[in-house]
């Protein structure tokens, strides 16, 4: 990281999305994101975890102003400009939308058929008309399609030619063709084979460094974010429950949550077949949340705080914070917490 | 310990417009009652259909090399999967002697018909139970696998259920019948990591109690770690290792079983490098000669492996390996 400037700063950024009620009285929402405050460093690979329904997609979209911003504040800010994000519009949305890109989970779905892989990744430069004729459009696509390790015989291709590491890679160099600073990947590798995976996650991050792009990484797959990620932020249920450095929260998760997770995850070992610390129960409909803190419904620390009170966001050390009424007293007693 | 499952020189091919595809070849395993077979492959590797083949359940396009052979030994004697032909016969091994649970459950389940009902009919088709005792059954399967307030969820419908409510009932539903022999085709795949570890480890009580046979498919070699007694490990269609758990993943003998775990993120080292398995699966209609996997093995010996289909050889007690590496002490595969 050359400098530590946030590029993407959140306050209390909330998405809500109506639901049918009655007609009289208030009106019920679901609280898809509920006051998440973080700080993307430019130039880094944040990560946001946490399993379905937790939110992780909707805060994604929301920083790409897919999703609507129901309240909060969120600043893009990349040295050139300066954007409020839930203000701006018109022209601005429009040069937004050129500096920040998405790459998507699926790249069976994401690609049309009917398109030569050419057309697929100059699709973006036209719509957005970056480029003043054809020959210019088809030479940031040779150059991006370069990076992206494809070449002159696969940009006159159909995306059925391919396979799926390929695609991924035609659907990367669509998102950056146009130049973003920021891209959101949302679950880009979870539909790769792990042969191939592991490919995706190297080109992504090379390319990063090379462009000096600011990634956030979505992702239900916490070893793959510990590999590619320097910060990880975990969701539960629209709210942000622990955040810290990449090394710091998979060496001393605060959370209970953090530390189900982290122990749910398979191990290699064979003779580690252990079953301490498994999470009992789903998580809540976002319809019909628990009182308190979201978590204490399948928390085995819960007391009557948790039940009473939503915890706030406290400081736990270096850039790490923890929602959690009881951290403190959990990690003295961490034997108790031993998996 | 009982044989219940042998599977010899089973090869299967397809005809699809492109032309024929072979999807399973020369393939040869066995499995014990009360053992946990993990099959492991990528996309495209076979391993589902080498399932499907055990019910004859492939497409009609389907065609069976001449010496594939399927045996299963029920209490009443071997039955020869192959030579079974009608669907009337079908049934000792679909749903009888073997069921299958699969990756989405939603897709399983019929979405207008309730969980109960489902869970009744089958009981009705392959047991003599009247349909009280089915539905009692049921219920107690359905509380057996953790579902609360069963007798409330035996009226329900599948989307009524969460994802991981629906996978606990269709391990019940395919374990009502008792079978000997349950096929779980990537049965955690759809499921969050907290719900997939609930899972694992009530598949783990399951065999433990009803001593039936598991071929666990998946493409999650930590998955397989954790429930796995044997791992068989799939490449387009042919098997490139297999042998006992420990051995398998911690003294991986093939090259592509190297690459596989030398491509997976380890937690505990962090700043391991991911090594990618380079270059892509190749599509099934070029499947390159010789061994299949030369064409993206570092080690691929020059004028050998693309010529010469590598046959299994011993590597140690019961682990076992294609490839040209391990050319000493071959054995019967």
């Given at each position: 990281?050359?400098?530590?400037?946030?590029?993407?700063?959140?306050?209390?950024?909330?998405?809500?999305y109506?639901?049918?009620?009655?007609?009289?009285?208030?009106?019920?929402?679901?609280?898809?994101?509920?006051?998440?405050?973080?700080?993307?460093?430019?130039g880094?690979?944040?990560?946001?975890?946490?399993?379905?329904?937790?939110?992780?997609?909707?805060?994604?979209?929301?920083l790409?102003?897919?999703?609507?911003?129901?309240?909060?504040?969120?600043?893009?800010?990349?040295?050139?400009?300066?954007?409020?994000?839930?203000?701006i519009?018109?022209?601005?949305?429009?040069?937004?939308?050129?500096?920040?890109?998405?790459?998507?989970?699926?790249?069976?779905?994401?690609?049309?058929?009917?398109?030569?892989?050419?057309?697929?990744?100059?699709?973006?430069?036209?719509?957005?008309?970056?480029?003043?004729?054809?020959?210019?459009?088809?030479?940031?696509?040779r150059?991006?399609?370069?990076?992206?390790?494809?070449?002159?015989?696969?940009?006159?291709?159909?995306?059925?030619?391919?396979?799926?590491?390929?695609?991924?890679r035609?659907?990367?160099a669509r998102?950056?063709?146009s130049?973003?600073?920021?891209?959101?990947?949302?679950?880009?590798?979870?539909?790769?084979?792990v042969?191939i995976q592991a490919?995706?996650?190297?080109?992504?991050?090379?390319?990063?460094?090379?462009?000096g792009?600011?990634?956030?990484?979505?992702?239900?797959?916490?070893?793959?974010?510990?590999?590619?990620?320097?910060?990880?932020?975990?969701?539960?249920?629209?709210?942000?429950?622990e955040?810290?450095?990449?090394?710091?929260?998979?060496?001393?998760?605060?959370?209970?949550?953090?530390?189900?997770?982290?122990?749910?995850?398979?191990?290699?070992?064979?003779?580690d077949?252990?079953?301490?610390?498994?999470?009992?129960?789903?998580?809540?409909s976002p319809?019909?949340?628990?009182?308190g803190?979201?978590?204490?419904?399948?928390?085995?620390?819960?007391?009557?705080?948790?039940?009473?009170?939503?915890?706030?966001?406290?400081?736990?050390?270096?850039?790490?914070?923890?929602?959690?009424?009881?951290?403190?007293?959990?990690?003295?007693?961490?034997?108790?917490?031993?998996? | 310990?009982?044989?219940?499952?042998?599977?010899?020189?089973?090869?299967?091919?397809?005809?699809?417009?492109?032309?024929?595809?072979?999807?399973?070849?020369?393939?040869?395993?066995?499995?014990?009652?009360?053992?946990?077979?993990?099959?492991?492959g990528?996309?495209?590797?076979?391993?589902?259909?080498?399932?499907?083949?055990l019910?004859?359940?492939?497409?009609?396009?389907?065609?069976?090399?001449?010496?594939?052979?399927?045996?299963?030994?029920?209490?009443?004697?071997?039955?020869?999967?192959?030579s079974?032909?009608?669907?009337?016969?079908m049934?000792?091994?679909?749903?009888?002697?073997?069921?299958?649970?699969f990756?989405e459950?939603?897709?399983?389940?019929?979405?207008?018909?309730?969980?109960?009902d489902?869970?009744?009919?089958?009981?009705?088709?392959?047991?003599?139970m009247?349909?009280?005792?089915?539905?009692?059954?049921?219920?107690?399967?359905?509380?057996?696998?953790?579902?609360?307030?069963?007798?409330?969820r035996?009226?329900?419908?599948?989307?009524?259920?969460?994802?991981?409510?629906?996978q606990?009932?269709?391990?019940?539903?395919?374990?009502?019948?008792?079978?000997?022999?349950?096929?779980?085709?990537?049965?955690?795949?759809?499921?969050?990591?907290?719900?997939?570890?609930q899972?694992?480890?009530?598949?783990?009580?399951?065999?433990?109690?009803?001593g039936?046979?598991?071929?666990?498919?998946?493409?999650?070699?930590?998955?397989?770690?954790?429930?796995?007694?044997?791992?068989?490990?799939?490449?387009l269609?042919?098997?490139?290792?297999?042998?006992?758990v420990?051995?398998?993943i911690?003294?991986?003998?093939?090259?592509?079983?190297?690459?596989?775990?030398?491509?997976?993120?380890?937690?505990?080292?962090?700043d391991?490098?991911?090594?990618?398995?380079?270059?892509?699966?190749?599509?099934?209609?070029?499947?390159?000669?010789?061994?299949?996997?030369?064409?993206?093995?570092?080690?691929a010996?020059?004028?050998?492996?693309?010529?010469?289909?590598?046959?299994?050889?011993?590597?140690?007690?019961?682990?076992?390996?294609?490839?040209?590496?391990?050319t000493?002490?071959?054995?019967?595969?």
């Amino acid at each position: 990281m050359s400098e530590a400037k946030p590029l993407i700063t959140t306050r209390n950024l909330s998405v809500h999305y109506p639901l049918r009620g009655s007609l009289f009285g208030p009106k019920p929402v679901v609280q898809a994101v509920e006051n998440v405050s973080i700080d993307i460093i430019k130039g880094s690979f944040f990560g946001l975890v946490g399993e379905s329904g937790s939110g992780k997609t909707t805060l994604g979209r929301a920083l790409l102003r897919a999703a609507p911003i129901t309240k909060g504040k969120v600043v893009y800010d990349d040295g050139e400009v300066r954007y409020d994000l839930p203000e701006i519009e018109g022209r601005e949305l429009k040069d937004y939308r050129s500096r920040a890109q998405l790459i998507f989970q699926d790249p069976y779905a994401a690609l049309s058929p009917r398109m030569t892989v050419r057309d697929i990744i100059a699709e973006p430069l036209e719509v957005m008309g970056l480029t003043k004729n054809r020959t210019e459009t088809d030479e940031r696509v040779r150059e991006i399609a370069a990076k992206c390790r494809l070449n002159l015989e696969h940009l006159r291709r159909f995306p059925h030619a391919f396979s799926g590491g390929q695609r991924q890679r035609i659907s990367i160099a669509r998102a950056l063709v146009s130049s973003p600073r920021f891209v959101v990947a949302d679950e880009s590798v979870a539909a790769l084979d792990v042969s191939i995976q592991a490919d995706v996650l190297n080109l992504l991050k090379s390319i990063q460094q090379e462009m000096g792009l600011t990634f956030l990484f979505i992702s239900h797959d916490l070893s793959v974010v510990a590999h590619i990620c320097d910060h990880v932020a975990v969701m539960y249920l629209g709210r942000l429950v622990e955040t810290a450095p990449t090394r710091t929260l998979f060496s001393t998760p605060r959370h209970p949550y953090t530390r189900a997770l982290l122990s749910a995850i398979p191990s290699l070992d064979p003779d580690d077949r252990g079953r301490a610390q498994k999470l009992e129960g789903e998580i809540p409909s976002p319809t019909n949340p628990p009182p308190g803190c979201k978590f204490q419904s399948r928390c085995p620390f819960a007391v009557d705080i948790c039940r009473k009170q939503e915890p706030e966001l406290e400081h736990a050390g270096d850039g790490h914070e923890v929602s959690c009424h009881r951290w403190k007293e959990l990690m003295e007693n961490e034997p108790l917490m031993a998996g | 310990m009982t044989r219940l499952l042998e599977v010899e020189n089973l090869t299967l091919q397809f005809d699809t417009d492109e032309g024929r595809i072979t999807a399973v070849d020369d393939v040869s395993f066995s499995l014990d009652a009360g053992k946990v077979l993990g099959l492991v492959g990528e996309s495209g590797s076979g391993k589902s259909v080498t399932a499907k083949a055990l019910m004859k359940l492939n497409a009609g396009n389907a065609i069976y090399g001449p010496k594939s052979k399927i045996t299963l030994h029920l209490d009443g004697g071997p039955v020869d999967v192959m030579s079974l032909t009608t669907a009337a016969e079908m049934q000792v091994v679909r749903g009888g002697a073997i069921s299958m649970i699969f990756q989405e459950p939603m897709a399983s389940f019929a979405p207008a018909i309730t969980i109960g009902d489902q869970m009744v009919e089958q009981l009705l088709i392959h047991t003599d139970m009247s349909a009280k005792q089915a539905r009692e059954l049921s219920i107690e399967m359905l509380n057996r696998v953790g579902i609360s307030d069963a007798s409330k969820r035996f009226r329900q419908y599948a989307f009524e259920l969460s994802g991981g409510m629906r996978q606990r009932a269709m391990i019940a539903m395919a374990l009502s019948t008792k079978p000997k022999l349950l096929i779980a085709d990537e049965p955690t795949t759809a499921l969050d990591v907290t719900i997939q570890a609930q899972v694992i480890d009530l598949m783990k009580d399951l065999v433990a109690d009803f001593g039936m046979g598991i071929i666990f498919i998946t493409h999650d070699l930590g998955v397989i770690a954790q429930t796995a007694d044997h791992v068989a490990v799939m490449y387009l269609g042919r098997l490139v290792e297999q042998g006992p758990v420990r051995e398998v993943i911690r003294t991986p003998a093939h090259p592509y079983t190297q690459g596989l775990l030398a491509a997976l993120p380890h937690l505990d080292d962090l700043d391991a490098p991911l090594v990618p398995v380079p270059g892509d699966i190749p599509s099934p209609l070029e499947r390159p000669s010789g061994c299949v996997f030369h064409t993206r093995c570092s080690k691929a010996i020059a004028g050998r492996c693309q010529r010469e289909v590598p046959q299994f050889t011993r590597v140690n007690e019961g682990h076992k390996v294609a490839c040209h590496l391990y050319t000493s002490e071959e054995v019967q595969a």
